[in-house]
């Protein structure tokens, strides 16, 4: 059965469905992060960690949730009403024998899928895991660095797909300019193999040089994890151009 439709007929209300609707300029992304039917306990550490990283801008659900199938015919429907309930894209985790410590990642367009990345979580290390002087730990809601390593990320569709999915879901709040100094952290993404990407998250440490730039060292704060990517849905191509529909400034002139 699908959601039903209920048309707003009070000024509020009205108000609160433009909110949520699909903008030419969209809001800072939230994500929601969600669990299935049974989850290992490796599985809820990841959730967990990815949750710490998007503190600020990120929802967690510690319940179980039947029902919720992303790549199957009707396994979405939950997906969406949480999706449209919380205005969130989403993360989503679940364990099963025949794929154990699964993750989806996912976007939503108009509260619909818009796409999915499905990866089983390898070699997991946890924040607690790592030793380093808790100054350098980043700062909640600071913009990231990201680095692709790896020819993979450019010549392989899952591997090229899930960098899209990781740049959407990390990026942060879109914005014009950006004060370096303020830049503590870097997400590393080194594609080992054409299906598996090694993944972990560094604080940035800057150190005089000697010159006018100051050197930039890495130390790495957690987590890291391989992801081995497994299955992977692109999005209709029609929703894709109404999805991509860029903004014209209206009090801009063309020269």
């Known amino acids: 059965m699908g959601l039903e439709i209920i048309i707003p007929k009070s000024d509020r209300a009205k108000r609160a469905v433009e909110k949520h609707a699909p903008k030419l300029i969209e809001n800072g992304k939230k994500t929601l992060i969600l669990q299935g039917t049974k989850t290992s306990n490796m599985l809820n550490n990841v959730l967990t960690g990815l949750y710490h990283l998007k503190r600020g801008s990120a929802i967690r659900y510690t319940r179980k949730n039947d029902n919720i199938i992303p790549f199957e ?3 979405e429907t939950s997906l969406e009403f949480y999706s449209l309930k919380t205005d969130c894209s989403l993360f989503y985790g679940a364990h099963s024998k025949k794929r ?9 367009y108009d509260h619909h899928i818009y796409d999915l990345v499905e990866v089983g979580v390898e070699n997991f290390k946890s924040m607690k895991d ?29 591997l090229k797909h899930l960098k899209e ?5 990390f990026r942060g709040e879109v914005i014009e300019n950006l004060n370096l100094s303020g830049v503590d952290r870097v997400y590393v993404c080194t594609a080992t193999s054409s299906n598996t990407v090694f993944f972990t998250h560094c604080a940035l440490r800057l150190k005089i040089s000697g010159t006018v730039v100051l050197r930039m060292e890495l ?17 209709n ?3 894709t151009k109404q999805a991509m529909r860029k903004s014209i400034d209206p009090h801009k002139k063309n020269v």
Do not use: Q, W
Request: hydrophobic share 40%; proline share 8%.
């Open 165 to 169: 999915v990781l740049l959407e879901l």
């Open 130 to 158: 790592f030793s380093y002087d808790k100054k350098l730990a980043p700062r909640v809601g600071s913009k990231p660095f990201f680095a692709f390593i790896g020819e993979g990320f450019e010549s392989v569709e899952e």
């Open 219 to 235: 130390v790495e704060v957690g987590p890291s994890m391989d992801l081995v990517v497994r299955r992977h849905r692109l999005p």
């Open 100 to 108: 154990p410590n699964n993750l989806v990642l996912g976007r939503t």
């Open 73 to 75: 015919n009707g396994g």
């Open 237 to 239: 191509e029609g929703v």
